[in-house]
């Protein structure tokens, strides 16, 4: 697949058009990742391969998903590393770039087996993400191909949001830099599905995760207010435009949900963060680790700058006060508001990297 990069630039009096054919290849083990960069190319006129742990989104069909038994494929040891280059290699090689998403660990495929083409690591989930314990992953090559990486002219090291920068740099002693791409939230073809479903516009979505339902009954604390709720199983971001919004306990640092209510006008009632760990206390709190309370900031959920996006309740009555109140015609304007200048905003950062030699 090719991408058609357009420059101009002017010496003299005379303008100069360059034209730079790039073939990109993106793999990843996230659908919202998946979905995410493909926007992105898409609003970029990028036809950009995918090899994914899911069959259905490789280009390839050739190919064989990045999938192994017990999810080991998370765990980027040297010889799986090895086994992936020896295997697809010569597939790898006609591409000028490789892009990495969820997982980081993907990137070492190419670190360890000295590629020299452009390679983008797009950190989604901390850069030494593991899976399960006894794995042998990470290990100090891995720490030392990033730390090494970091130097190469060729890679780009980029953090899905902010916290993923300052936990390598904090946690790891791993200095990746300041450079930060978030999601843009845009809804491709990925999720094509969606049904309208108006019996549901009364009824308030608590998402299926472990703070909303294990941690607590948040439905059922909903429905003690009063408010018709429902927990459960969701077909893709943009079905969730059919409720009346989302009441959500965050459990980490950033989601791809987060950007996608911006595009889609989807309104979230949060906790403070202050609200948050008084409701936690003496509970089984889940938090993407590491949970960092002081950094709390530092989560997109928390992250001054969207304050007046999200809808925070400091009490379970403030919520009660808060969705019965709430213009919610001008909230969602708002939101799409934001999220076209968001999109405008992480295109422009895409296309400074893509093309940066």
Not at 99 to 110: G, H, K, M, Q, Y
Not at 246 to 264: G, I, K, R
Request: glycine share 4%; with cysteine; proline share 4%.
């Amino acid at each position: 697949m090719i991408y058609y990069f357009l420059l101009s630039f002017y010496t003299l009096k005379k303008k100069y058009i360059i034209y730079i054919i790039m073939k990109i290849l993106h793999l990843s083990y996230h659908k919202g990742c998946i979905n995410d960069l493909k926007f992105v190319c898409n609003k970029l006129n990028i036809n950009c391969e995918i090899l994914s742990s899911f069959k259905k989104f490789n280009t390839n069909k050739n190919l064989n998903p990045l999938i192994l038994p017990d999810a080991q494929h998370y765990n980027i040891t040297h010889q799986r590393a090895k086994m992936y280059w020896d295997k697809y290699k010569d597939y790898f090689n006609k591409f000028d770039c490789i892009i990495t998403s969820d997982t980081a660990p993907l990137s070492r495929i190419f670190l360890q087996n000295n590629w020299n083409k452009k390679l983008i690591i797009w950190i989604c989930n901390r850069f030494d993400y593991a899976h399960g314990a006894g794995s042998g992953f990470p290990d100090k090559e891995y720490y030392d191909l990033i730390r090494k990486a970091v130097k190469l002219k060729n890679v780009h090291i980029i953090g899905y949001t902010a916290f993923e920068n300052i936990y390598c740099k904090n946690v790891r002693n791993v200095d990746i830099g300041n450079n930060v791409i978030t999601p843009t939230g845009g809804i491709g073809e990925i999720y094509n599905n969606f049904t309208k479903k108006k019996e549901l516009n009364d009824t308030l979505f608590v998402p299926p995760y472990h703070n909303d339902t294990k941690m607590m009954n948040l439905k059922g604390q909903l429905e003690t207010l009063g408010f018709k709720a429902y927990t459960g199983r969701y077909d893709g971001p943009m079905d969730l435009t059919n409720y009346k919004a989302v009441v959500h306990l965050p459990y980490a640092w950033s989601n791809l949900a987060f950007f996608e209510m911006f595009q889609l006008g989807i309104i979230y009632f949060i906790p403070t963060s202050e609200f948050l760990l008084k409701i936690a206390k003496g509970r089984d709190f889940f938090w993407s680790p590491p949970f960092i309370p002081n950094f709390l900031n530092i989560s997109e959920w928390y992250d001054k700058k969207y304050k007046n996006l999200l809808i925070y309740f400091d009490s379970w009555e403030d919520l009660k006060q808060k969705v019965n109140t709430l213009n919610y015609d001008k909230h969602k304007l708002k939101l799409k508001k934001f999220g076209k200048k968001h999109t405008k905003t992480i295109l422009k950062k895409w296309k400074e990297i893509l093309i940066k030699t």
